[in-house]
């Protein structure tokens, strides 16, 4: 077959039609004119290919483009760029490397070495072995070096787990034993973050037929180290210089299995002692275990300097994690026995334990105090002194006897002085009015872009509406260009929560033009009807959730803006929380009726909903004295009162064991408890039958948390309701691994309304979420409440009581918030919650109890209780014999309460 000479058309048809073997012949015959008159056109040419073209399963230009670069460009800079432009760069699997390396060779380029490094840097850090493998052929031709870049070795130790029969250490091993960048790549698994989630596949051995999900690489690489091919030392170097960076657990857990399977010497831990120094204090508690144990190793052997151990000891004894802190009391109550010289600077160290959060802690703590104080020469250590001042329940009278004084810092024994609960804030003022259709411009595209929330839509909804009223013209040229940019997200495919966004985008079209999208409009039209029929709406897309008035408050915008303008809605709140002042809600209707038009029904059905519960006799008066069909409305809705609360009913969830036990592609939870409400007496307004009623059927369902506050917003002075709606996807908080949504708890906090089981519920589960961010929230709604002075935690202990028996929430999540809102100033508070819930924890001993039973002691000192209620009960368990933690608790509490 005869080559025609290298032009630019006869390059450019071969690369369309993808025949790489013909541009093979084609450039490997070319001379260097010809090359070098085409490779400009080749660059261009890559710039205008269309994006979905280099994507195409068909006729894909990226195969030809990579030969041709090779074939005809003049450096090794030149070829890498032009591979690497976005289009080339997604296909070098495309690239057949055989014949890429032959081109090279026809044309005896010296730099193709360079250009493999150059690729190998460029090279993706997740799942492209197509492209790893086109890379390794050049630089295995060239015998060029390759960087070790995190893609580099991501791709190296994918392409050594990917053989199919057998997976065994034994395979793998021998596979490894002779690879050529083995030596290379080995610094690199240390040092590149997350990299160990990477090599923790399992493997099927093929001699046991089994299948162990154990990592095979680190039993792999103690194999070579064992057979001389691989340096100990560079292995263990390495595990220890991860840990000391740090990494996600699921990627450390490689590397301690690795470091586990050395099984390090006493003269390797020696050698390595002050790098486990710096693990133990602040290490997970993995790590922190295997340095604890290599220090321990250590120092039995006489090889830990003391100044190390007591050093390391300080902080080690604040940790979290009660077994790591409670052998490492242990550890010095061996030192101090061992070095009788010093045991006052032994002990000084051991009183740092005083100050953990936990009980039991504090008296191990002074027990090891306790068992080498008469060995003290002189006066009592003022350190000593001052740390006791950090105990709590029984233990400061203890300390006080032992040393024969009152621990300085404490109040007669009884503890540090209570730090004084912070009343809860008012909630702010809302911001100003907005003043412009660019400022109205400026919150909408906010708000689109993940700046959702009830402040935001109550501003945008009066902009709107205000601005319609005064300035249509400069609206229009304000909001045209943001509908064009927002088009997708005013889609008419949009449900649910995404609705409202919709409806927006009507309510804006119908302030500016009043343009109407059929279909869409209609059933925004039918959706307002229903609504101010005081029917439930149950049109399709509005959400049957407190999200619907919002939707409907914007249908209603969209439907009547265009029709009858009114100057403002007198339904935008006062307050942040969705709380509207009385006088406000009088001065704006008496503006309207002074200017003869009438607000819309359901704008005041929103303002009437939002006014306070107790209400100055003056504005009952001034209200009466309105004579338009809204004043008429405000004066019979502030002589009565208002709406009533809602009748609320609780109700326990269990899956029916004839259904499959699959909830949502997770286990339904065992017991489920929510509220159920009902209106209590005929409906007072359009929103009444909407928000107050809902049915709870026995059977638990998924229903994910709300993501912002419009739902207090709503109805900010009845937060009984809205967290009755709330309860399921809280409720998921703790019984499932739901993350997000517990923000709304200190939302609900600052409203108002009587706190019934609903609120408490919504707390408990709160502080019992799988998630710590999710219970910071609950903590904060717990401060609130104890800040604003509401009795409600009696009913949360019950809820919790009932709740923690059985495990639906798990103690073990909720003693540590309710120790952080205790250290916040609300001890009183949390008092209350476990006094409550005690009688009913106590006879069934649910795992956690004993740590409750601790912060029951450590807060009773500061209260000067005096009373319990639960006191048969808990003398019931402090009166069996035993020395477990449950006893040992309940005892301590029992001889505070009861002395």
Not at 369 to 385: E, I, N, Q, S, T
Not at 477 to 492: E, I, K, Q, S, V
Request: proline share 7%; glycine share 10%.
């Amino acid at each position: 077959m005869i080559t025609p000479p290298l032009t630019w058309p006869t390059l450019k048809e071969r690369i369309e039609r993808d025949d790489l073997r013909g541009i093979v012949r084609l450039v490997s015959n070319a001379t260097d004119e010809q090359r070098t008159a085409v490779a400009k056109e080749i660059e261009a040419y890559v710039r205008t290919v269309p994006a979905d073209k280099w994507w195409s399963r068909g006729a894909n230009p990226a195969g030809g483009v990579g030969l041709a670069a090779i074939g005809c460009l003049p450096s090794a800079a030149r070829v890498a760029a032009l591979l690497c432009r976005r289009g080339p760069r997604d296909e070098w699997n495309r690239i057949p490397a055989r014949l890429f390396i032959q081109v090279a060779q026809a044309r005896q380029v010296p730099w193709l070495g360079d250009l493999a490094v150059r690729l190998t840097g460029k090279l993706r850090t997740e799942g492209r072995a197509g492209e790893w493998h086109f890379v390794v052929a050049l630089l295995t031709e060239s015998g060029a070096t390759p960087p070790m870049s995190e893609g580099f070795v991501r791709g190296w130790l994918e392409d050594r787990h990917r053989f199919r029969d057998d997976r065994s250490v034994a395979n793998l091993t021998a596979r490894l034993r002779d690879d050529p960048f083995l030596d290379l790549v080995l610094p690199a698994l240390f040092e590149i973050d997350r990299i160990g989630s990477d090599f923790a596949q399992g493997g099927w051995d093929n001699a046991r037929r089994t299948w162990d999900d154990t990592p095979v690489l680190p039993a792999t690489l103690v194999a070579l180290a064992e057979e001389g091919r691989l340096d100990r030392k560079i292995l263990l170097d390495g595990c220890v210089g991860r840990f000391l960076r740090g990494d996600r657990p699921g990627a450390l857990r490689s590397f301690i299995l690795l470091y586990e399977a050395l099984a390090p010497t006493t003269e390797e831990l020696a050698d390595r002692a002050l790098d486990y120094a710096q693990l133990l204090p602040a290490a997970p508690a993995a790590l922190a275990g295997h340095a604890q144990r290599a220090l321990r190793t250590v120092d039995d052997a006489g090889r830990l300097e003391l100044e190390t151990m007591l050093d390391v000891s300080r902080e080690t004894l604040l940790r979290r994690e009660k077994g790591l802190v409670k052998t490492q009391l242990g550890w010095l109550d061996r030192v101090a026995r061992r070095h009788p010289d010093r045991v006052g600077e032994v002990l000084d160290v051991v009183a740092v334990a005083f100050g953990h959060d936990a009980l039991d802690i504090q008296d191990r703590a002074l027990a090891v105090v306790a068992k080498h104080f008469a060995r003290l020469d002189g006066p009592v250590p003022a350190g000593l002194l001052d740390a006791a001042g950090a105990l709590g329940g029984d233990l400061p009278a203890r300390a006080a006897q032992l040393f024969g004084m009152t621990p300085s810092g404490s109040t007669s024994g009884a503890g540090p002085d209570p730090v004084p609960v912070v009343p809860a804030p008012a909630p702010a003022a809302m911001p100003p009015s907005i003043a412009s259709a660019a400022e109205l411009a400026e919150e909408i595209s906010a708000l689109l872009n993940g700046g959702e929330n009830a402040v935001a839509w109550e501003r945008i909804l009066a902009g709107v509406v205000s601005l319609a009223a005064v300035d249509r013209a400069g609206l229009a040229d304000a909001m045209n260009p943001l509908l064009d940019r927002y088009a997708g997200r005013f889609t008419t495919r949009s449900w649910g929560h995404q609705l409202r966004i919709v409806w927006l985008g009507e309510a804006i079209r119908s302030a500016i033009s009043g343009e109407r999208r059929e279909g869409i409009f209609e059933r925004m039209v039918s959706s307002v009807r229903e609504a101010w029929q005081g029917r439930r709406n149950r049109h399709a897309g509005v959400p049957d959730t407190p999200n619907g008035v919002l939707a409907l408050r914007i249908a209603e915008i969209s439907a009547l803006l265009h029709r009858t303008s009114v100057p403002f809605l007198v339904a935008t709140p006062t307050s942040v929380n969705g709380s509207l002042a009385v006088e406000v809600l009088v001065d704006r209707i008496s503006r309207a009726e002074a200017d003869g038009w009438q607000p819309w029904p359901l704008d005041l059905e929103q303002a009437l909903l939002r006014l306070p519960r107790e209400v100055d006799p003056e504005m009952v008066t001034r209200a009466g004295a309105l004579t338009s069909p809204a004043g008429v409305r405000l004066a019979r809705w502030l002589t009565t009162g208002g709406v009533p609360d809602p009748v609320a009913t609780r109700v326990e969830q269990r899956p029916r064991a004839s259904r499959s036990p699959t909830y949502w592609g997770s286990d339904a939870p065992a017991r489920r408890v929510v509220v159920s409400l009902r209106p209590d007496g005929d409906p007072y307004g359009r929103f009444d039958l909407h928000l107050f009623t809902l049915p709870r059927s026995e059977v638990p369902t998924f229903a994910p948390t709300f993501a912002d506050d419009t739902w207090p917003a709503t109805l900010p002075h009845h937060r009984e309701a809205i967290a009755a709606w709330a309860l399921p996807g809280l409720a998921s908080l703790a019984d499932s691994d739901q993350r997000g949504g517990a923000e709304a708890l200190p939302l609900l906090a600052e409203c108002s309304g009587p706190v019934g089981s609903a609120m408490s519920l919504a707390l408990v589960y709160g502080l019992g979420a799988r998630h710590e961010s999710d219970r910071v929230a609950a903590v904060d709604a717990l401060l609130l409440l104890a800040g604003s002075g509401s009795s409600a935690t009696d009913g949360i202990g019950r809820e919790l009581g009932d709740l923690g028996v059985d495990g639906t929430v798990k103690l073990t999540r909720v003693v540590p918030g309710l120790a952080d809102a205790a250290r916040a100033g609300a001890g009183a508070a949390v008092w209350q919650v476990i006094s409550a819930a005690l009688p009913m924890l106590l006879p069934a001993a649910p795992r956690g109890l004993p740590d409750l039973l601790a912060l029951g002691a450590q807060v009773v000192p500061t209260l000067g209780v005096g009373e319990f209620a639960g006191i048969s009960a808990l003398a019931e368990v402090a009166g069996r014999s035993g020395s477990s933690r449950l006893v040992t608790e309940a005892r301590r509490l029992h001889r505070l309460l009861a002395p």
